[in-house]
């Protein structure tokens, strides 16, 4: 059941802060407390570079002065062009190096987390540099792993908001993967089924840009230009659910504002993923995302009366003398509703039991013969 609420105004954002003149002694006292994650000392950052820098350089010399007759004159062009290409992995190295040295020292000086924190102060937001594993229920927040947010901003308020970009590592050894997203989190007034919308503008090549594949069963079908911007998934058996929050108005604000966004419902939340840092410097980005907040917020103030029926049935009871009571299922989200059903890539299991299959039996042909 969805009842319709009332909209929110749009958010001014003041984006001085942003692109202003730095005032030094500010910075430099608002560097003094970034935490050693953000501003390693400089020991930090010279000592594995640098050390690998000398060691470049040294090989560098080495290799330099024993090719120096076929680097300076070489009697064969083909000599030459040999020496420098022997060379290059050498050179490339030293460039390597001395690139991370410099971004690791521009880092290290803290403008952009400065510029950041008095963005978020003149808007009535606050700001963190860094914070490691936010315990949030989307598909990119793994429990496995390392993960890191990174220049979290976040506002309160009725429906809380917080934008960030997030790093994180799974696996170990070569199966190690690291993923880089940015990131809206909006907390709803109500758990809510959950459900995907898997932005096709964002796919490259036929490749899904969310790390999670989800059973073609759940795929819902709506009318109109929905489905060309937009694969809805949601849970077996809450179809109607999903319609009846995904209105056709609905549907239009959606494709107004995240089309190139994916997006996810999941418990009291609402996610707006990209492969893309989204809390930056650029006040362009700032205000799209603040104009996109803005408009869902429009749109999810009509789910705060959604209640699921298999929780109990919405009722009516009357005492004699006294007015009917309405009785309706509590806040929350049956069992079955709670998370999509991951796809299960059967062709990899069965080319699996087939490749099994054949070493079993060609251990038994062994054995016999």
């Known amino acids: 059941m969805v009842e319709r609420g009332t909209a929110s105004t749009a958010t001014r954002l003041d984006t001085t802060a942003l692109e202003e003149r730095i005032d030094r002694a500010a910075l430099t006292a608002f560097r003094n407390r970034l935490p050693p994650s953000i501003r390693p000392n400089v020991a930090a950052i010279f000592w594995p570079t640098g050390l690998l820098l000398v060691a470049a350089l040294v090989l560098l010399v080495f290799w330099t002065s024993?090719?120096?007759?076929?680097?300076?004159?070489?009697?064969?062009?083909?000599?030459?062009?040999?020496?420098?290409?022997?060379?290059?992995?050498?050179?490339?190295?030293?460039?390597?190096?001395?690139?991370?040295?410099?971004?690791?020292?521009v880092r290290r000086t803290g403008r952009r987390q400065y510029r950041l924190h008095r963005f978020a102060?003149?808007?009535?937001?606050?700001?963190?540099?860094?914070?490691?594993?936010?315990?949030?229920?989307?598909?990119?927040?793994?429990?496995?792993g390392t993960a890191l947010a990174s220049d979290v901003l976040a506002r309160g308020g009725r429906h809380p908001v917080s934008i960030a970009n997030h790093r994180s590592t799974t696996g170990e050894g070569k199966s190690r993967?690291?993923?880089?997203?940015?990131?809206?989190?909006?907390?709803?007034?109500?758990?809510?089924?959950?459900?995907?919308?898997?932005?096709?503008?964002?796919?490259?090549?036929?490749?899904?840009?969310?790390?999670?594949?989800?059973?073609?069963?759940?795929?819902?079908?709506?009318?109109?230009?929905?489905?060309?911007?937009?694969?809805?998934?949601?849970?077996?058996?809450?179809?109607?659910?999903?319609?009846?929050?995904?209105?056709?108005?609905?549907?239009?604000?959606?494709?107004?504002?995240?089309?190139?966004?994916?997006?996810?419902?999941v418990d009291?939340?609402?996610?707006?993923?990209?492969?893309?840092?989204?809390?930056?410097?650029?006040?362009?980005?700032?205000?799209?995302?603040?104009s996109v907040v803005d408009a869902l917020i429009e749109q999810v103030v009509r789910w705060e009366r959604w209640r699921d029926e298999r929780l109990g049935a919405t009722h009516v009871t009357q005492a004699i003398g006294e007015a009917p009571v309405i009785h309706r299922p509590p806040p929350g989200v049956a069992k079955q509703?709670?998370?999509?059903?991951?796809?299960?890539?059967?062709?990899?299991?069965?080319?699996?039991?087939?490749?099994?299959?054949?070493?079993?039996?060609?251990?038994?042909?062994?054995?016999v013969t």
């Open 66 to 105: 024993l090719l120096g007759d076929d680097l300076l004159s070489p009697s064969d062009p083909g000599e030459g062009f040999a020496a420098w290409f022997l060379l290059l992995p050498y050179l490339g190295f030293v460039a390597v190096s001395a690139v991370l040295v410099v971004r690791a020292l």
């Open 121 to 144: 102060a003149a808007n009535g937001m606050t700001y963190a540099p860094v914070q490691p594993g936010p315990a949030l229920p989307g598909m990119i927040f793994t429990p496995s």
């Open 177 to 265: 993967e690291r993923h880089r997203w940015g990131y809206v989190a909006v907390r709803l007034p109500v758990s809510l089924p959950h459900i995907v919308l898997d932005a096709k503008g964002n796919n490259a090549l036929g490749r899904r840009n969310l790390p999670v594949e989800f059973a073609r069963s759940q795929r819902l079908r709506l009318e109109g230009d929905f489905d060309q911007y937009f694969e809805l998934y949601c849970p077996d058996g809450y179809e109607t659910d999903a319609l009846s929050l995904f209105t056709p108005e609905v549907m239009a604000g959606f494709i107004d504002s995240v089309a190139e966004l994916d997006v996810e419902i």
């Open 268 to 290: 009291d939340h609402l996610f707006l993923y990209s492969r893309k840092d989204l809390s930056t410097l650029d006040p362009a980005t700032w205000r799209w995302l603040f």
């Open 337 to 367: 509703g709670r998370r999509l059903t991951p796809r299960v890539e059967w062709l990899w299991i069965v080319a699996g039991l087939l490749v099994f299959l054949i070493g079993v039996a060609s251990i038994i042909e062994d054995i």
